[in-house]
C-alpha cells in the first residue's frame, strides 16, 4: 500500500512538473514588472540636493527651481556688481566746459555722491582755483587765465581718473556699495539712517550674498559657514522685529530685498 502511494504522487509530481514547463504556460504567464532599484549612491545624491534646495531657499529667499525675485528688485538694481565696474567699457560723462572738457567716471569712489557733488569738484572748482588769483585786470590776464584754465582742466582729468572706482579694490566696492544701499533704503526725511530696520535688513541681505558666492568657490571654509547661519538669523531677527513694528513696512521691504515669507518666518534650517 504505501509504494502504490508513492507511485501515485511520483506520477502526480511529474505530470503538474511537465504542465509548468510547457510552452503554454509560459505564454500564459503575466509579465512581473521589473523592480527599479536606486543605489546608495544615488539615494545620497538626491538627499543632498534635496538639502542644498532648502538651504538656498533660507540664504538667497527663492524657492529651488522656481522664479528668483532677486532679479530686478531693489537691491539687487542698487548694489555695483564687479564685473560692470572693473569692465573697459565703462561709460564716462564728459563736462562741456568753455575751455575744454572733463572726461568723469560713471563711478566715482571715496563717497562722492551725485551730480551736485561731481559738478563741484569738476567743473566749478577749477574756474574758482583760476579765478582766486586775479585781483587785477590789464592786457595779460587774460593770457594768464587761460593758461592757468588749461593747467586746472588737465588737474581735474588727473583727479578724476584717481577717483574712479575701477582703481579701488574689494573693499573700497563694499564701501561704496554700502553707501549706496544706506541711501537708496533710508528715508528722505532721515537720510543716512543706519539704525533703520529696512536699512539693516538691506545689509544683512548684501553679506549674505557676497558671503554665499565666496562659499560656491570655496565649500571647505567651515569658519564662514558659520558666519553665514549667522547672517541669515540676525536678518530673520531683523525682519521679525520690523514685522511686530508695522506689518505694512515688513510687506513692501522683503520684494524690495527679492526675500519671501518663508525665507524669514518660521524655522530656518541651514
Known amino acids: 500500500m504505501f509504494r502504490s502511494c508513492v507511485s501515485q504522487a511520483s506520477r502526480s509530481f ?9 510552452t503554454t504556460v509560459i505564454r500564459r504567464a503575466k ?5 527599479k532599484t536606486v543605489s546608495k549612491l544615488q539615494s545620497k545624491v538626491d538627499r543632498k540636493h534635496a538639502k542644498d534646495a532648502n538651504r538656498l531657499y533660507v540664504v538667497l529667499g527663492s524657492e529651488y527651481n522656481k522664479e528668483d525675485k532677486w ?4 537691491l539687487q538694481k542698487t548694489v ?14 564728459v563736462l562741456q566746459l568753455p575751455e575744454g572738457e572733463v572726461n568723469v567716471p560713471s563711478h566715482v569712489n571715496f563717497g ?4 551736485e ?3 563741484l569738484l569738476f567743473q566749478v572748482l577749477p574756474t574758482l582755483t583760476v579765478e582766486r588769483g586775479v585781483t587785477s585786470f590789464d592786457e595779460s590776464t587774460v593770457e594768464r587765465t587761460k593758461v592757468a584754465m588749461e593747467e586746472e582742466l588737465q588737474k581735474a582729468n588727473m583727479f578724476a581718473r584717481v577717483v574712479d572706482l575701477r582703481n579701488a579694490n574689494a573693499k573700497g566696492l563694499a564701501y561704496e556699495n554700502r553707501r549706496r544701499i544706506i541711501a537708496s533704503f533710508s528715508t528722505p526725511e532721515q537720510p543716512n539712517d543706519t539704525g533703520r530696520p529696512e536699512v539693516q535688513a538691506a545689509l544683512l541681505t548684501f553679506q549674505i550674498r557676497n558671503l554665499w558666492s565666496h562659499l560656491l568657490q570655496f565649500r571647505k571654509d567651515v ?3 558659520r558666519a553665514l547661519r549667522q547672517l541669515v538669523h540676525n536678518r530673520a531677527k531683523v525682519l521679525r522685529y520690523l514685522e511686530r513694528l508695522d506689518r505694512d513696512r515688513y510687506e513692501a521691504i522683503l520684494p524690495r530685498l527679492g526675500l519671501n515669507k518663508g525665507s524669514v518666518e518660521g524655522e530656518l534650517v541651514i
Open 223 to 225: 569658519a564662514n559657514r
Open 31 to 35: 509579465p512581473q514588472a521589473s523592480k
Open 71 to 74: 532679479v530686478g528688485c531693489d
Open 112 to 115: 562722492i555722491e551725485g551730480g
Open 80 to 93: 555695483l556688481i564687479a564685473e560692470d565696474v572693473y569692465s573697459q567699457d565703462a561709460e564716462h560723462r
Open 14 to 22: 511529474a505530470s503538474s512538473t511537465r504542465a509548468e514547463l510547457h
Open 117 to 119: 557733488e561731481k559738478k
